[in-house]
């Protein structure tokens, strides 16, 4: 994974010195959260100190998670042993709904409401309209937290392909890949290429299973890589500029980029079954109709140590490379317990929780710095994508309102007929 | 004792619950009413509009999503009321073990939906359990879950609603008075021609209730078609949810709702007329 | 034309015994009444003629014709229920020409003989209007037309007149007495009141507990009782017990049965002032055409019904001489 | 006598046969089926073509007993539940009597309005009146949940009273007003007694449509008010979809349920509840 972010950091030429910043708003002149300790102040070695004070005197943090998969890690592990090393701090945990919390934090913001919750793990594609409306906190957490000066930049500051700059801090790193089951199909003969996918396809009618990508970002995932494969280099070019606005998205949607994409996925529809979700797909290689399959790396991971997918399943990523994300933490504007929060998500992202996480659910981490090959046990990494594939192929996401175009364009194009 | 005039003791009667679902029904819908036309939207700028009606039939996928919204509510009802009909009939015979059948049936009203699908999906989607067993034995099952034509979401739709179509449409049947039944009978009606002539048409105000409720059910479902349904198209009610809470696009969200409400609405009219003759012949409701 | 034979007809609900086993003919074109308490078995006995119920035993034939295999449509029987059972949903003609209909009678002959029925009953008018809209009365009689418009071979009537009030009861009952009369169809008719039953019937079934008591014509039932049952269920009457030596106990004079009960019927017992008499009037009720004594002789208590037109109103207490218009009426098997 | 087809099968064991085997498959098979998903052992899981899991295991039922949330959610739903009942039976009362017994102006325009709330799917009206419970303070909070599943249950309640109530002949009211008691005594020793069985089984429908409501829950309460069809969504509806852990949720919810229901079933008149609901 350290190849891949080395791939990113090229990209967008980012390099981090490991220097004291001043701590400042993100794209504006001042905070806007209310916080008692002066944040400008906050330095990586004075961080703790500073900050553990007012946070005993928060003396807690309500904490949202998004995902269903990552409970039995929080709540079992992260959280005691962040209550363990700050006595007098609890976290209350909640499993909720992503997209349904951002619009509870606006309604909250919009009503004058101060926020319900004060760390949130939160999806990345709800990133733009979260910090369009103005709910996270605009704090630099991509250099202000001590215990992960190694992040990878770009993951820091671009979520979903859109560019906040900062503010959600990558918790995981994730990544689309093909699944397929060794019970039923030999890695030799799982396709490598979008064209093989075809010949596979024509050849095994039914057998290949594609998440929708209105329905899930395997698909989604899936569909951005067809079009890196695909579309000109200009065009990929201009999809991966996350400085375009929506509807100069949705006009890039429009022309012939997507054209030879469209074909290729109207040819392919009659051969393969499309899914609804993530999970649809997983049940369906489950249940041996499926035997390749568009997948979450993380998510066939968890699946197979829950015995919900079987131990024969692997993932690899097409030649052409396939995108990969992540999901990120934020602390949102209005707080009440900023300094209990701060003192949280540094938690979150330290060696500690980092090495906890992987080697529970196999998720990769946006730490450039770390070093996981030995919080892996083999049985383990054989159900992650092989290191050197990764290596090679793992791509950043296009930028979030092409890909959301591209979506549109995909059910009307293809879904629809 | 002073006494208010009658008017007077009824309103306040009335009140509570009245002045209740005008607070907490009637208000949130005649915001989402303006809301549709870009009025005190969340998200909005405060002018009137009809971007978002234009928005929603402009727009081929959710145009589709409204008739599928409406073929949802249809189907399964109708599937639902073929077999509601002969079970409240049967359940109107007497037979051994008649008392728990009576319980056991209407198990299926205090199953949540959500749960129905889970079901339905573990025995019927391609490879499941019913496939497992059926296969061996040379039967192939067509695509149940996920297909064109919802089956699925029917199943599950009418494992739900059977119980409670039987339970009004057996109570409508039940409260037909068993001479009337009986005279048809002496008058020459095969148990077929008196349950055809005279059983249905005494009980079709509780049939059509039983339809209208059920017809309105699958009209907003959410989980049920969202996890079993085809890919494409979406129910009004799966668009409403996505352009709520990942696409904060509420005005959008308040003209679908108008629209599925309006649909509603038009359905119970019909309802009106249908019954309407049944009304006042029957049970003299003039009021 | 239709004449009605039950054999060793049985039912039971469980151990409870609806109808003992009976034999029971009725003739063609006789009206027959079955009269007896609630839960005597009458209506049981009328719906198994109907096919609505199933005995448990016994063979039931209509003009030979053995019925058992026969459902209710079947049977061609009119049934006439309590209740009316009109049918809410259609107007009176569509009730009344139910049965043409499924009889598959064509549309115009059944449309002439629904409006022949409702003339017979005077209903006309009303043909298109619905159950909800009728009087009880006329609802009865949209009933009965309902039923006599099939042309069946035997009417059955469970308690037609009911629900009606007295006055409107008498005049029906007149009015029904004359149609069976004019239409010559068997009739069963079943009732609790023993007044409807003598004016109407040729013949009287009193029934008790799922049995036959007693038979015969109304002015013999009435007259001549033969059971305890019978006699105090048609009128009133009094029981008197015979002492040893064949004797009332009021009248040495009249000769009884050697130890039995007699059935005294009020009206037959003539009260006259007697300074001397043995009895004494407890109370006295005046009924308009009569009056009705209570009068106590030698400790037992009876009633006497003099006619009201004439003589004088006898005040409570005075005493009187009792003698009886007719014999006394002997009972059989009362203890 | 022979059998007969008729008013009266002599032989009723044919349905018995016949409901036995429908309710063995519509009802028995899910049931088995969750049963086993509940059973299934993670450490070999349960995939094609296997009939039976491999191997069970009781991993998923030890983790719903460690879980707090679980049993927390159960009492939470429950409260809930008997909250909304004894509300709705409180405002629905004076309602359904207005209904049942008195003449009034605009009677079916009122019997419209109650009943309006059963017409419009329940989504239009959480996402609406979420707006209003942030100006009140109830977004998100206990009584929130309880006032907007209120709404959906008041139209059954006051359905199935005003026609127990309309079946009160008005004599009995006369009668214990010529005694003497006024509005209060009459509701309190006549009205309600008698309309117990409409009681019983409006409660019922609302007791059980509260205890397996999602929509409005889920919108106007979720996260902090976590009823069990909420906490089920996020194995099931949601992101992902965990079937043994959906399984075990399932029964955890469904037996309350059942019991509660079995007890009401034995005073719950049918006829009662299609009364109510029998015509709108």
């Known amino acids: ?417 | 004792m002073r006494r208010l005039p009658q008017g007077v003791v009824a309103a306040l009667l009335v009140l509570p619950s009245g002045g209740y679902l005008a607070l907490f029904f009637g208000l949130p819908l005649l915001l989402a009413f303006l809301g549709s036309f870009g009025l005190y939207a969340r998200g909005g700028d405060g002018g009137f509009t009809l971007r978002h009606y234009a928005d929603l039939f402009g727009t081929q996928a959710y145009r589709d999503g409204l008739v599928f919204s409406t073929y949802l509510a249809i189907v399964p009802t109708l599937v639902s009321l073929a077999i509601s009909l002969p079970l409240a009939m049967g359940l109107a015979q007497t037979f051994p073990g008649r008392k728990l059948f009576n319980a056991l049936y209407k198990v299926p009203l205090v199953v949540p939906g959500i749960v129905a699908a889970f079901i339905v999906m573990t025995l019927f989607d391609r490879g499941g359990l019913a496939a497992r067993l059926l296969t061996p034995i040379g039967i192939d099952l067509p695509k149940i879950v996920r297909d064109d034509w919802a089956v699925g979401v029917i199943i599950a739709t009418a494992w739900k609603a059977v119980p409670f179509m039987t339970l009004i449409i057996g109570g409508s049947l039940g409260a037909i008075q068993k001479d009337i039944i009986l005279a048809a009978r002496t008058l020459g009606a095969t148990p077929l021609t008196a349950f055809w002539r005279i059983q249905i048409p005494l009980a079709l105000p509780g049939i059509t209730a039983a339809f209208l409720l059920t017809f309105i059910g699958g009209m907003g479902a959410f989980a049920v078609p969202n996890l079993l349904g085809p890919v494409y198209p979406l129910p009004l009610s799966v668009h409403m949810y996505v352009n709520a809470f990942e696409r904060n696009n509420w005005g959008l969200v308040a003209a679908m709702g108008t629209m599925l409400s309006l649909i509603s609405v038009l359905v119970l009219l019909a309802y009106y007329r249908t019954t309407r003759s049944l009304r006042t012949a029957y049970g003299g409701e003039v009021r | 034309m239709s004449q009605i034979t039950l054999t060793g007809i049985a039912k039971a609900y469980g151990t409870s015994v609806a109808i003992a086993p009976m034999d029971l003919t009725v003739a063609d074109g006789e009206f027959l009444t079955l009269l007896g308490p609630s839960g005597c078995g009458k209506t049981t006995l009328m719906r198994m003629i109907a096919g609505i119920t199933l005995p448990d035993q016994g063979a039931i034939r209509i003009n030979g014709r053995d019925m058992a295999a026969l459902p209710p449509e079947k049977r061609n029987v009119g049934l006439v229920f309590q209740s009316y059972a009109l049918f809410p949903h259609m107007t009176v003609a569509a009730n009344v020409g139910f049965g043409l209909k499924m009889r598959g009678i064509a549309r115009d002959a059944a449309a002439e003989r629904v409006r022949a029925a409702l003339a017979l009953v005077d209903l006309e008018p009303l043909a298109a209007r619905y159950p909800r809209e009728l009087s009880g009365g006329q609802q009865q009689r949209v009933a009965l037309a309902r039923a006599i418009v099939i042309e069946p071979d035997v009417l059955l009537l469970d308690e037609p007149l009911s629900n009606l009030d007295a006055k409107l009861r008498e005049h029906l009952r007149e009015d029904l007495r004359n149609l069976q009369q004019r239409l010559r169809v068997t009739a069963i008719y079943v009732t609790h009141d023993q007044a409807e039953a003598m004016a109407l019937a040729d013949r009287i079934i009193v029934m008790d507990k799922g049995r036959i008591v007693e038979e015969g014509a109304p002015v013999d039932l009435y007259r001549a009782p033969q059971t305890r049952f019978a006699a105090e269920f048609l009128g009133q009457t009094n029981v008197v017990a015979v002492t040893a030596a064949g004797l009332l106990p009021w009248n040495t004079g009249v000769a009884g049965p050697a130890d039995g009960m007699v059935s005294i019927r009020p009206e037959d017992i003539a009260v006259t002032p007697a300074l001397d008499g043995a009895g004494r009037v407890l109370s006295l009720t005046f009924l308009g055409p009569a009056v009705e004594y209570r009068i106590d002789i030698g400790g037992t208590v009876l009633r006497a019904r003099d006619s009201g037109t004439g003589t004088a109103i006898l005040p409570q207490g005075t005493q009187v001489d009792l003698t009886l218009r007719v014999p006394p009426h002997p009972l059989q098997g009362v203890a | ?280």
């Open chain 4, 1 to 280: 006598m022979t059998a007969r087809s008729g008013l009266h099968p002599s032989d009723g064991r044919w349905i018995t046969v016949g409901l036995g085997a429908s309710l063995l498959i519509a009802l028995g098979l899910p049931l088995i089926v969750a049963l086993l998903w509940s059973f299934m052992d993670p450490a070999t899981g349960w995939f094609a073509p296997d009939i039976l899991p491999p191997s069970y295991a009781l991993d998923h039922w030890e983790w719903a007993a460690r879980n707090g949330d679980i049993a927390q959610a159960l009492l939470l739903s429950v409260g809930i539940g008997l909250a909304v009942t004894a509300l709705t039976a409180l405002l629905a009362l004076p309602t359904a009597y207005a209904l049942a017994k008195l003449p009034f102006a605009m009677k079916r325009a009122v019997e419209l309005f109650i009943l309006a709330p059963l017409i419009v799917p329940g989504i239009i009206v959480a996402v609406g009146i979420g707006t209003i419970f942030f100006r009140l303070d109830l977004a998100f909070s206990i009584p929130g949940v309880i006032l907007v599943q209120t709404v959906g249950t008041l139209p059954f309640m006051i359905r199935v009273l005003a026609a127990t109530i309309e079946a009160i002949p008005n004599d009995l009211i006369n009668a214990a007003r010529s005694l003497g008691a006024g509005p209060a005594a009459v509701a309190r020793h006549i009205l309600i007694p008698l309309a117990w069985p409409g009681f019983v089984a409006g409660g019922l429908l609302t007791f059980i449509s509260s205890f397996e409501e999602f929509e409005k829950t889920f919108i106007i309460g979720s996260p902090f008010v976590q009823t069990l069809p909420v906490i089920l969504w996020g194995y099931l509806g949601g992101r992902v979809m965990v079937f043994p852990t959906a399984a075990v949720v399932t029964f955890i919810l469904l037996v309350p349920m059942l019991i509660v229901f079995f007890l009401a079933e034995r005073v719950l008149r049918d006829d009662v509840m299609a009364a109510g609901m029998g015509k709108l």
């Open chain 1, 1 to 417: 994974m350290s190849c891949k972010t080395a791939i990113v950091s090229g990209l967008i030429a980012l390099s981090v010195p490991f220097a004291v910043h001043a701590v400042e708003p993100v794209g504006a002149d001042a905070f806007n959260v209310v916080s008692p300790v002066d944040l400008a102040t906050l330095t990586p070695e004075n961080f703790e100190v500073t900050l553990l004070p007012a946070a005993l005197e928060d003396g807690k943090v309500v904490f949202y998670d998004f995902t269903e998969s990552f409970t039995p890690l929080f709540a079992e592990n992260l959280i005691p042993a962040f209550q363990a090393k700050y006595p007098g701090i609890t976290i209350e945990y909640f499993s909720v709904d992503g997209e349904k919390s951002i619009q509870q934090l606006m309604a909250a913001k919009d009503a004058g409401s101060p926020s319900p919750v004060d760390v949130f793990f939160m999806p990345n594609g709800q990133a733009r309209v979260a910090n369009e409306a103005g709910i996270i906190a605009n704090l630099p957490l991509n250099t202000m937290l001590p215990a992960a000066p190694d992040l990878d930049q770009m993951a820091a500051t671009v979520s979903r392909g859109y560019t906040h700059g900062g503010v959600v801090v990558p918790f995981h790193r994730n990544q689309t890949a093909i699944g397929y089951d060794t019970r039923t199909v030999s890695a030799e003969q799982v396709p490598e290429t979008f064209e093989e996918i075809m010949t596979f396809a024509t050849a095994n009618p039914g057998t290949f299973a594609m998440t929708s990508p209105a329905g899930g970002g395997s698909g989604g995932g899936f569909l951005e890589s067809a079009i890196l494969a695909m579309a000109t280099p200009d065009c990929v070019a201009q999809a991966q500029d996350f400085s375009l606005t929506k509807e100069q998205a949705v006009e890039w949607a429009k022309g012939d980029c997507l054209d030879p994409v469209m074909a290729y996925f109207t040819a392919l529809k009659p051969l393969i079954e499309i899914t609804k979700g993530n999970t649809d797909t997983l049940t369906l290689i489950a249940n041996g109709v499926a035997t390749v399959g568009t997948v979450w790396e993380d998510q066939a991971f968890d699946f197979v140590g829950r015995g919900l997918l079987p131990p024969s399943m692997r993932v690899t990523l097409l030649e052409t490379g396939q995108v990969g994300d992540g999901d990120g933490i934020m602390i949102p504007a209005g707080s009440q317990n900023v300094a209990a929060a701060l003192l949280f998500v540094n938690f979150l992202l330290s060696d500690e929780a980092q090495v906890m996480k992987v080697s529970l659910n196999g998720s990769r981490t946006a730490r450039t710095g770390l070093d996981l090959a030995g919080a892996l046990k083999a049985d383990m990494a054989n159900r992650l994508v092989p290191t050197a594939i990764h290596a090679e192929r793992a791509r950043p996401r296009i930028a979030g309102v092409v890909s959301s175009a591209a979506t549109d364009r995909f059910v009307v194009d293809v879904l629809q007929q």
